[in-house]
C-alpha cells in the first residue's frame, strides 16, 4: 500500500475530472477572470445553503474576518474575545484593524469556545475599563459548530457582535441551522485542505444584513462606490477570481450530494473502532460536523509524541493543530491580552492528535490507520506501565 495522503486532494481531483476541467476551460474560453456571471452564481448558491440572504466572495478567509470588523467598525480600544486554541489568523485580523485581541479558553470535549470562560473574560476586561467589549469571534474548529447558544447568550447581556469564524465549519450545522448562518456576521474559507476548498486561495463573508453585505462588497475592491473608479473609503483587494468560482461550483455540489456523507462514514468508523484506546471526537445531540478533521486526545504529551512517532513510522501522516496556545504566540506578545484561565488549551495543545481524512480514503486505508493507532497506544501502555515498575 502506497503511503496514506493525510487529505488527498489528487484522488478528489480524479474522480472529479471531467467536471471540473469542462469548468475551467468554459471559463478560459470566456475570457473573464475577475468577476462575472460564475462568481455571482458561486454567491448565490453559498448564500441558499448556508440559509442567509447575503454571500460576499473574497481572496481568503483570512480576508474574510478582516472585512468583517471592517465593516462592522471594529477599531482602536475595541476588545475582541477570540478562543487561545485556534488558528493564528484568528486573531491576526483584529490587530489590523487596531483592536486588542482577548483570548478566551475552550471546552475540552468540543475544542470551542467555552461560553462561561468568554462572560468572565468580559467582566474581566469590564473591570480594568481600559477596553471596550465590542465583538466575539467563535471558531467552529475542526468542523464542529461552536456553542453559539450559549455565546448569544453572553453576547447579547454585554452588547458583543458576533462574528462566526467558520473556515473549518462549511456543511456543519446545529438542528436545521448552518454554519455561516450564526452571529452577526460569519466568515468561511476555501482553502484547499478545508471541507469545501478550491484549487489556490478563496474565502466568503456571509450575513442577512443587506446594508452590511453593500458595504462589504465596497471594502473588497478599494472601497469603490458605484463603478471602480469611484472610491469613496479605504478599503482592500480582496476577490475570489472567475476560474475558483468555477472549480468551487462543482466542488459544492460534490460536497452536498457525496462528501459531506462520506467523510461521516469514515468520522464514524473511526470513533467505533477507537473509543476504546483514545479519547475520540464528541459531537453534543443536536449538532453537526462537516468533519474537518479528526482529532483524537491521548493521556499525556509524551503518549501523543510516541503515538505519532508510531503512526509516522508506518507510513500514516498526523498533523498536530495546534501545538501552541493563542496566547503564547510572540507576535501577541504586546498587543494580546489573557484575563482568565487558560488550562484547557494548555492540556489541548499537549495531547490533540489529528489522523488522515478525506472523503476517499479507501477501506483498506481506513483500516491501517484504525490498527497502526491501537498498536501504537498498546505499546505506549506497555511502555508506561514497564516505566512505573
Not at 82 to 103: L, N, R
Not at 182 to 194: D, E, N, Q, W, Y
Not at 318 to 336: D, E, R, S
Request: charged share 20%.
Amino acid at each position: 500500500m502506497d503511503r496514506i495522503v493525510f487529505r488527498d486532494l489528487k484522488r478528489q481531483y480524479q474522480a472529479l475530472k471531467d467536471r471540473i476541467d469542462r469548468a475551467v476551460l468554459d471559463i478560459m474560453i470566456d475570457g473573464q477572470f475577475i468577476g462575472g456571471e460564475p462568481v455571482v452564481k458561486l454567491e448565490d448558491l453559498l448564500a441558499e445553503y448556508a440559509g442567509v440572504k447575503h454571500c460576499i466572495t473574497c481572496a481568503n478567509g483570512t480576508d474574510a474576518l478582516q472585512l468583517a470588523l471592517m465593516a462592522l467598525g471594529i477599531g482602536p480600544g475595541d476588545a475582541v474575545f477570540i478562543p487561545d486554541f485556534t488558528f493564528f489568523a484568528t486573531g491576526e485580523i483584529i490587530p489590523q484593524v487596531g483592536a486588542t485581541p482577548v483570548f478566551v479558553d475552550v471546552d475540552a470535549r468540543t475544542f470551542n469556545m467555552d461560553p462561561e470562560s468568554l462572560r468572565q473574560a468580559v467582566k474581566a476586561i469590564l473591570d480594568v475599563g481600559e477596553l471596550k467589549p465590542a465583538a466575539v469571534i467563535p471558531v467552529d474548529l475542526f468542523g464542529l459548530p461552536a456553542d453559539y447558544p450559549g455565546i448569544m447568550e453572553v453576547a447579547t447581556d454585554f452588547g458583543l457582535l458576533v462574528i462566526e469564524d467558520a473556515a473549518q465549519g462549511f456543511g456543519g450545522a446545529i438542528g436545521s441551522k448552518r454554519c455561516c448562518s450564526f452571529g452577526h456576521v460569519a466568515t468561511t474559507s476555501f482553502f484547499p485542505a478545508k471541507p469545501l476548498g478550491c484549487y489556490g486561495d478563496g474565502g466568503a463573508v456571509f450575513t442577512n444584513d443587506t446594508d452590511l453585505a453593500t458595504l462589504i462588497g465596497s471594502l473588497k475592491v478599494h472601497g469603490k462606490g458605484q463603478h471602480k473608479y469611484e472610491n469613496i473609503r479605504i478599503g482592500m483587494n480582496s476577490r475570489l477570481d472567475t476560474i475558483q468560482a468555477g472549480i468551487l461550483m462543482v466542488k459544492l455540489q460534490a460536497f452536498i450530494d457525496d462528501e459531506l456523507a462520506m467523510m461521516a462514514t469514515i468520522h464514524n468508523q473511526y470513533t467505533k473502532e477507537l473509543s476504546d484506546y483514545v479519547e475520540v471526537p464528541f459531537i453534543p445531540d443536536g449538532y453537526q460536523t462537516c468533519h474537518a478533521q479528526y482529532t483524537i486526545k491521548t493521556v499525556s504529551a509524551e503518549n501523543r509524541d510516541q503515538l505519532q512517532r508510531h503512526l509516522d513510522l508506518h507510513g500514516i501522516p498526523t498533523m498536530i493543530y495546534y501545538p501552541i496556545p493563542m496566547h503564547q504566540q510572540l507576535a501577541f506578545a504586546k498587543i494580546g491580552v489573557s484575563p482568565v484561565s487558560l488550562e484547557q488549551t494548555r492540556r489541548l495543545c499537549e495531547t490533540v492528535l489529528s489522523l488522515p481524512i478525506h472523503p476517499y480514503l479507501t477501506q483498506p486505508e481506513i483500516d491501517m490507520v484504525v490498527s497502526r493507532v491501537k498498536e501504537g497506544i498498546k505499546s505506549s501502555r506497555m511502555d508506561l506501565s514497564h516505566s512505573s515498575l
